[in-house]
């Protein structure tokens, strides 16, 4: 499996970015993609995950009703489309596959990508 994520940058507070993650090597019909992310001396955190077969989506609190994760099952891709973003958003952002109910749970992921950079200056 590999999961292949990008779009990561340096935009100034209130703007946007959009991370992709190409997932390949089997099928994920039944698991959860999304993010997580890790900022500087703190623990990765869950972001948001999408059901790839349902379609449900799932965010953590602190970016509710500015992030939006969505997945195109064509491009077996899944996007995070961040919006109104702040400087406590800056972080590495990875892109997770879980199987499972622990998608929310860094140690419930089972398999990781390579992270992308998120900076946000205020």
């Known amino acids: 499996v590999q999961l292949q994520a990008c779009g990561g940058g340096l935009v100034q507070a209130g703007g946007s970015l959009r991370l992709s993650c190409a997932a390949s090597?089997?099928?994920?019909?039944?698991?959860?993609l999304g993010w997580f992310r890790q900022a500087p001396g703190k623990e990765r955190e869950f972001v948001a995950a999408?059901?790839?077969?349902?379609?449900?989506?799932y965010y953590a609190d602190s970016v509710k009703g500015r992030f939006t994760v969505s997945n195109d099952n064509a491009k077996t891709t899944v996007y995070l489309q961040m919006n109104s973003l702040k400087p406590e958003d800056t972080a590495v952002y990875y892109c997770a596959a879980t199987w499972g109910p622990r998608y929310t749970d860094t140690n419930g992921v089972n398999y990781w990508g390579k992270g992308t950079q998120v900076t946000v200056s205020s």
């Open positions: 999408v059901h790839w077969g349902g379609g449900s989506t």
């Open positions: 090597g089997r099928t994920f019909s039944t698991w959860r």
